[in-house]
Structures are given as structure tokens and as C-alpha cells.
């Protein structure tokens, strides 16, 4: 069985994770490309296949995944990570603007309709390029696609006093951060009917609805350079720990979802 992983930097802990676990897994092959930060908004379909026109991205793609494109035929599933596809923007739609039915009515905001921060929420989820690949790959294959977000970040970003990270402290002391993780949850898998196989956090990784625990995010590492670690004040970056968790909950659906496409 072979699934391709698909990933901005945060597949990085994935990697590093396969690279211990695959002996476990001797019946299964997966295939990293990865490229850091935005580049992989450049993928676009070429002759059928996942390819960039981007001189730089080609170059990732080949470092990480030893080919220029992706092709389909190649697979049995797809699993994408990261990839912009991230709470953050609902978090600051959050700061400026308050539905009806939250809680919290500290700071200035804009009241609006649910319906209203809904449509809201859902046009700007539904731009992140990890869906445009989503996208890509549904127009291209009926084969499994899964999607995990990038992760929610430490629990030590609460105590950080930077108006940048305020909109945590703010879902978090003010009750709304389960209905906006719920929110959240509810846009992805309702994404093209239905057509993705969400992965949500490891429920051991959690510490809140919106945030995981501090210890899962202690020495991330860089994907590019994995001896070298973040600063202790990245907050959004897991590391090994958490993409060794990651990789066994999808491990563990990739087999019986592929038998549901085969019936």
C-alpha cells in the first residue's frame, strides 16, 4: 500500500516519525513531498499529474520526494498536512467580529447573524491552497484523501503578552474556543460533500479545544534541517512525539477507508 504525503513544514515531525516507524510497517510505503512555508501553492494539474511551473518548488519536490510531480497512478491514497489549511484566520475573524450565539463580549467587536460569521468563516477556510490541492486531487482521482490542518498551538502561547497571539487568550478565557474549534472541524468535513477524510488532533495532544500541550511542541525541529530546533517562542511547530501520534491515527484509517473506496 502506498500513500503520498503531501505538506508545507509541518509535515516535518511526520517525516521524522516514518523514519522510526516504518520497520512496524512493513506493508506500507509512504512517499514525503514537501515544500516550506507557501511554496506548494504553485502545485497545479500538468498532463494529469500533481506538477509546478515554479523552478524553486520543482526543486523541493525533488529534494523531498526524489520526482518534479506527483502522479497519481503511483498512489493508493493522499494525505494532505498543513498547507495553510489553519484555524488562525477564524481566530482573528473572531477578534473584530462576534456571533449571536458566543460568549465572550469583551473588547471591540462587530455583532453579527451565526449565519453571517459562518459564511464568513467558510470563504475564508475554503482559500487555503492545502484545499486548492484537495481540489486538484478530487478532480483527478476517486482514491482517499486525507486531510489534517496545521496544529492548534502550545498552551504556552496563553502566557505570552504580544497583542499577536491576544485572540487565543481572548476564545480561551472567554468560553468560545469549543465552538470555534467545532466550527472549524465542521467547514473541513463538509468540504466538496464530504469528499475528504478529516484527521482531527491525537485526543492525547490536547489541552484545550484550541491549543496542545506544551509538551508536544518542545524541540521542533526544522523540516529542512531537522538537527537544528526552533526557538522556544514557536508556538505552532510539533515536534517528533506529536507526528509519530499523528501518523498512527492515519495509519490506522488508510486500510479500512481504502476496503470502503474498493467496494
Same mark, same amino acid.
Given at each position: 500500500m502506498r500513500v503520498c504525503v503531501i505538506g508545507n513544514s509541518h509535515v516535518g515531525p511526520w517525516k521524522l516519525a516514518w523514519d522510526d516507524l516504518r520497520s512496524s510497517f512493513p506493508h506500507l510505503a509512504l512517499h514525503f513531498f514537501a515544500g516550506p512555508g507557501s511554496t506548494l501553492r504553485e502545485l497545479e494539474v500538468i498532463d494529469g499529474a500533481l506538477?509546478? !511551473?515554479?523552478?524553486? @518548488?520543482?526543486?523541493?519536490?525533488? =529534494?523531498?520526494?526524489?520526482?518534479?510531480?506527483?502522479?497519481?497512478?503511483?498512489?493508493?491514497?493522499?494525505?494532505?498536512?498543513?498547507?495553510?489549511?489553519?484555524?488562525?484566520?477564524?481566530?482573528?475573524?473572531?477578534?473584530?467580529?462576534?456571533?449571536?450565539?458566543?460568549?465572550?463580549?469583551?473588547?471591540?467587536?462587530?455583532?453579527?447573524?451565526?449565519?453571517?460569521?459562518?459564511?464568513?468563516?467558510?470563504?475564508?477556510?475554503? !482559500?487555503?491552497?492545502? @484545499?486548492?490541492?484537495?481540489?486538484? =486531487?478530487a478532480e483527478l482521482t476517486d482514491k482517499p484523501i486525507f486531510l489534517s490542518a496545521q496544529p492548534f498551538p502550545s498552551d504556552a502561547i496563553l502566557h505570552r503578552r504580544a497583542a499577536k497571539h491576544a485572540g487565543w487568550r481572548l476564545l480561551h478565557d472567554g468560553g468560545d474556543d469549543r465552538e470555534i474549534a467545532g466550527l472549524f472541524d465542521r467547514l473541513l468535513k463538509d468540504f466538496d460533500g464530504g469528499r475528504l477524510l478529516t484527521?482531527?488532533?491525537?485526543?492525547?495532544?490536547?489541552?484545550a479545544p484550541l491549543l496542545t500541550h506544551d509538551r508536544y511542541s518542545r524541540d521542533s525541529r526544522h523540516l529542512f534541517q531537522p538537527d537544528e530546533a526552533h526557538r522556544t517562542t514557536e508556538f505552532f511547530h510539533m515536534n517528533v512525539e506529536f507526528g509519530a501520534l499523528c501518523l498512527r491515527d492515519l495509519l490506522s484509517r488508510v486500510g479500512g477507508d481504502l476496503k470502503k473506496a474498493a467496494a
Open positions: 506538477a509546478t !511551473r515554479d523552478a524553486d @518548488l520543482r526543486k523541493y519536490l525533488e =529534494l523531498t520526494g526524489g520526482a518534479e510531480s506527483i502522479r497519481l497512478d503511483d498512489y493508493d491514497a493522499f494525505c494532505i498536512v498543513g498547507c495553510g489549511v489553519v484555524v488562525l484566520p477564524l481566530v482573528r475573524l473572531y477578534e473584530g467580529w462576534r456571533a449571536e450565539s458566543h460568549l465572550c463580549r469583551e473588547g471591540n467587536f462587530t455583532s453579527v447573524s451565526d449565519a453571517c460569521f459562518e459564511a464568513a468563516a467558510r470563504g475564508i477556510v475554503g !482559500r487555503s491552497f492545502g @484545499l486548492n490541492i484537495c481540489r486538484s =486531487l484527521l482531527p488532533p491525537p485526543p492525547a495532544t490536547m489541552s
